[in-house]
């Protein structure tokens, strides 16, 4: 297991409104490699307190994969909403799409290949995350270049707003989703079926987690339309 841990202070970058930033400590921790199925797909587990980033909800940092690979993640304990986001034409600051993914412990949601990615704790509790991912790399230089991701999730007087990241050229509207059942690769969007199951077979193992290693084999799959519905 690898344990690492993002500081406030480290998290400045990405923030709306850094100056509005005085407490150090901690913003989130990740604890990599909980379980490793065929040396190519790990389990990780993702901790986020309900600390806020001055107005901002605390988040992760954010990040594109180097190679494309989707990802799964699952909800343990709290409330989350996962921001995506996708460019065009290679002009990262111009996004194409983007998404707020709601998820309540149990429930489930799948960053498709090409989707820039961050996780956000609106609860009033602990968000713990567990997710399943090949061995790929991060690229987090995006995120900071244009500081943080397409939109900032604000707590304003204890309701959640969405606004813009004006660092980005075109952003457009949210769409808010929900993980469909997605019986292809045996995710059930409910608590009684964790994802950390997958790595018993029979009903798991590596090869119900292919699609982490080879999506290219699963691209009709790996969609926006195919994996959620809009809520």
Not at 180 to 188: A, R, T
Request: charged share 30%.
């Amino acid at each position: 297991m690898d344990i690492s841990q993002r500081t406030i202070e480290e998290m400045k970058p990405v923030v709306m409104d850094p100056e509005s930033i005085k407490n150090g400590g901690a913003a989130y921790t990740v604890r990599r490699n909980l379980e490793i199925l065929s040396g190519k797909i790990r389990y990780d587990k993702t901790f986020l307190p309900p600390k806020k980033l001055g107005n901002e909800f605390m988040k992760t940092f954010g990040h594109y994969h180097k190679d494309n690979a989707p990802e799964l993640y699952e909800v343990l304990e709290g409330r989350a909403y996962f921001l995506l986001q996708k460019y065009g034409s290679n002009k990262v600051a111009e996004i194409k799409e983007a998404y707020i993914v709601e998820a309540n412990a149990g429930e489930k949601a799948i960053m498709p290949p090409r989707y820039g990615h961050l996780s956000i704790n609106i609860g009033e509790q602990d968000l713990i995350l567990g997710n399943w991912i090949g061995l790929t790399d991060y690229d987090y230089t995006t995120f900071a270049k244009l500081r943080g991701g397409c939109y900032y999730i604000l707590d304003k007087n204890s309701k959640i707003e969405f606004e813009k990241n004006k660092n980005y050229k075109s952003v457009p509207e949210l769409k808010k989703l929900k993980l469909k059942d997605i019986p292809e690769f045996g995710i059930k969007n409910d608590a009684r079926h964790p994802i950390l199951d997958f790595k018993n077979p029979p009903d798991g193992g590596p090869k119900k987690l292919d699609w982490l290693v080879n999506p290219q084999k699963y691209m009709e799959l790996l969609t926006i339309e195919n994996l959620y519905r809009e809520i």
